[in-house]
């Protein structure tokens, strides 16, 4: 996804979103999916978590507890409607 923003605080927060996103794993260590886990609050709050600062003294958190969710159930959503390499090859 090209970005037409020059927002230096808009990439900031798409890079930090998009590397916290992309670090969820679908299953913990026991196979159980991460959704069904103790784990998956911190996930969440890993988002919830992402600031950038304004200046020195100024830090902001773009998003709440609400959207962070939103998010990694999207980001989980959507990893499970991928085709997978099966899907692939039976086409």
């Known amino acids: 996804m090209k ?50 600062n304004e200046g020195e003294n100024h830090i902001h958190y773009p998003f709440d507890k609400t959207i962070a969710t939103l998010l990694v159930e999207d980001e989980l959503q959507e990893r499970k409607e991928e085709p997978t390499m099966e899907d692939i090859n039976d086409n």
């Open 3 to 52: 970005i037409k923003s020059k927002s230096l605080i808009l990439k900031d927060i798409i890079s930090q979103t998009d590397k916290q996103l992309a670090a969820i794993p679908e299953f913990d260590a026991s196979g159980t999916p991460i959704e069904f886990t103790t784990e998956y609050d911190m996930y969440i709050d890993s988002v919830a978590n992402i600031k950038f």
